[in-house]
């Protein structure tokens, strides 16, 4: 039966899709003729048409990662090669507080040390306003968006 369901998907020997390319695999075991894209180094002379796409002759590891399309000039992701890893990276951002508490004036002089979670603001007649900010980290370890999760695996013969 399993037989059956990898030729319905064209995915048997006579594949249209060229050696190399990766696609979501919804199982563990990858069909005869694909191997998972794990990092693992294979073998030019037995893969020769793998070797043309991979010439470093190890397979990309997609284990836990996302495809990411190819700038190729456009300028969103410029300085990239085919095939690079990227680490994961938080845009830069910023963090603003506003005081509007009592007389505006631009003699403010607020202070904090660098263990502290506050601001303490005090305008230059000596009137304290007090004001805290309060930051905490939440989330988990990384930045993601929701996901459902595949075996890559790539086209080796």
């Given at each position: 039966?399993?037989?059956?369901?990898i030729?319905?998907?064209?995915?048997?020997?006579?594949?249209?899709?060229?050696?190399?390319?990766?696609?979501?695999w919804p199982?563990?075991?990858p069909?005869?003729?694909?191997?998972?894209?794990?990092?693992?180094?294979?073998?030019?002379?037995t893969?020769?048409?793998?070797?043309?796409?991979?010439?470093?002759?190890?397979l990309?590891d997609?284990?836990?990662?996302?495809i990411?399309?190819?700038?190729?000039?456009?300028?969103v992701?410029?300085?990239?090669?085919?095939?690079?890893?990227?680490?994961?990276?938080?845009?830069s951002?910023?963090?603003?507080?506003?005081?509007?508490?009592?007389?505006?004036?631009?003699?403010?002089?607020?202070y904090?040390?660098?263990?502290?979670?506050?601001?303490?603001?005090?305008?230059?007649?000596?009137?304290?306003?007090?004001?805290?900010?309060y930051?905490e980290?939440?989330?988990?370890?990384?930045t993601?968006?929701r996901?459902?999760?595949?075996?890559?695996i790539v086209?080796?013969?």
């Open positions: 039966m399993r037989d059956g369901f030729k319905n998907l064209g995915l048997g020997e006579g594949s249209a899709l060229p050696v190399g390319v990766p696609i979501p199982s563990a075991t069909p005869t003729g694909w191997l998972k894209c794990n990092g693992a180094a294979f073998n030019a002379a893969y020769p048409l793998l070797a043309k796409a991979y010439p470093s002759l190890k990309p997609l284990r836990g990662e996302f990411r399309g190819w700038d190729d000039g456009r300028g992701d410029s300085g990239r090669s085919l095939l690079s890893f990227q680490a994961d990276e938080l845009r951002h910023n963090h603003r507080f506003v005081n509007e508490y009592g007389t505006p004036t631009a003699n403010i002089i607020a904090t040390d660098q263990n502290s979670e506050s601001v303490d603001v005090t305008n230059m007649t000596g009137n304290r306003c007090h004001t805290y900010i930051m980290k939440t989330g988990g370890v990384e993601r968006p996901n459902i999760a595949f075996n890559y086209r080796a013969a």
